[in-house]
């Protein structure tokens, strides 16, 4: 029972362009979610985060969106460098228990 | 500021044996977090340790133990070691439990044969 889904395994974009990030949960629960960046051989290192009662929450080049109505948030990489190539995951906090859900990862290629 | 160390780098463990996997938190975090990740798969909870204590345990069985000490350094054990074990152990540290971001550090690949 996957309750945090990202569906697309990968996606490439241009530099300077916009990158887009998806991702789903089944749990209307969950109030607080969080994207992640890894690189090979390197453990994931946090970008961003929401909390459940905003809907928006931007950081220099990223901005997450979150649709709790949709159960559905998204990152936003503007514009997009090589150095952000790697695989992108977002996470949610399960309230109560501590432990934080991750989903399957997208890789993310920027091409120069 | 000394960001979160874990050790072994990569070990390689015969089915049946038992392994000890460490973690030192990041200056300043009471809290550590103990994640599975197995190939083409994001990380999967274990347990989370706060001042010592057991703070919350996912879907694994009770031959995944751990500990944390007082300077909040922690270990991972796993017994009776299976193939399916065969993962990346990462441990994260944050400065308090509930919804706080997570600091992680860069893993120890297990391989067991």
């Known amino acids: 029972d996957q309750q945090v889904k990202q569906n697309s395994p990968s996606l490439s974009v241009q530099e300077g362009r916009i990158s887009i990030l998806n991702c789903d949960y089944t749990?209307?629960?969950?109030?607080?979610f969080l994207w992640y960046k890894k690189y090979p051989a390197e453990g994931p290192t946090f970008l961003i985060s929401?909390?459940?009662?905003?809907d928006k929450n931007e950081d220099g080049r990223f901005t997450v969106f979150l649709n709790k109505s949709a159960k559905h948030l998204s990152l936003h990489i503007v514009p997009s460098q090589p150095g952000d190539s790697a695989v992108y995951f977002c996470?949610?906090?399960?309230?109560?228990?501590?432990?934080?859900?991750f989903g399957t990862g997208t890789r993310l290629k920027v091409l120069a | 500021e000394t960001g979160v160390t874990q050790s072994p780098t990569h070990l390689i463990k015969t089915r049946g044996q038992q392994v000890t996997l460490r973690c030192s938190s990041q200056?300043?975090?009471?809290?550590v977090s103990w994640y599975q990740q197995a190939l083409g798969q994001g990380p999967q909870f274990i347990f989370q340790?706060?001042?010592?204590?057991?703070?919350g345990r996912g879907n694994f069985p009770p031959r995944f133990s751990g500990l944390q000490f007082p300077n909040y350094s922690s270990e991972l054990n796993v017994n009776a070691l299976e193939l399916d074990d065969s993962a990346l152990y990462l441990c994260?540290?944050?400065?308090?439990?509930?919804?706080?971001?997570?600091?992680f550090g860069p893993g120890t690949r297990l391989t067991v044969t």
């Open positions: 994260a540290s944050s400065p308090g439990g509930g919804a706080y971001e997570q600091y």
């Open positions: 749990n209307s629960m969950f109030d607080y």
């Open positions: 929401i909390s459940s009662i905003k």
């Open positions: 996470a949610a906090s399960d309230p109560g228990t501590y432990k934080y859900i």
């Open positions: 200056s300043g975090h009471n809290t």
């Open positions: 340790y706060y001042r010592e204590e057991e703070n």
